[in-house]
């Protein structure tokens, strides 16, 4: 793995390194989870069981047991800290109030 000198890095650059990181992140659990799944679905079919007969509920691969709302992608990010984001959907968040108060617009921070 090459090696990167962060303290040469521009504000920019460390943000757009930090939602690079975040999302590669992100895919390597989505990735490790699905691994996790299979082979746990292998070894009770392996038994003789189904899913359901174990764990109930699971009426097929990647499907929770209980459907309870799924979190929401992030539709809203704070320029000035990208790990503070908000999906749109219940109470806007404080970074977000205080900007709009001084005059800034709702689509400024868009995820792009």
Not at 38 to 61: D, M
Not at 73 to 95: C, I, M, Q
Request: hydrophobic share 35%.
């Amino acid at each position: 793995m090459a090696s990167v000198n962060l303290d040469k890095m521009s504000l920019k650059e460390l943000l757009d390194l930090e939602a690079k990181l975040e999302k590669a992140i992100s895919t390597a659990r989505e990735r490790e989870r699905a691994e996790v799944r299979q082979k746990i679905e292998a070894i009770v079919q392996n038994a003789g069981f189904s899913v359901s007969e174990l764990f109930g509920g699971r009426s097929g691969p990647g499907r929770p047991a209980v459907s309870k709302g799924g979190k929401v992608a992030a539709k809203y990010v704070n320029p000035d800290n990208r790990s503070e984001t908000w999906s749109g959907r219940g109470r806007k968040p404080r970074w977000l109030t205080a900007k709009l108060e001084k005059g800034a617009k709702l689509e400024d921070f868009l995820v792009r």
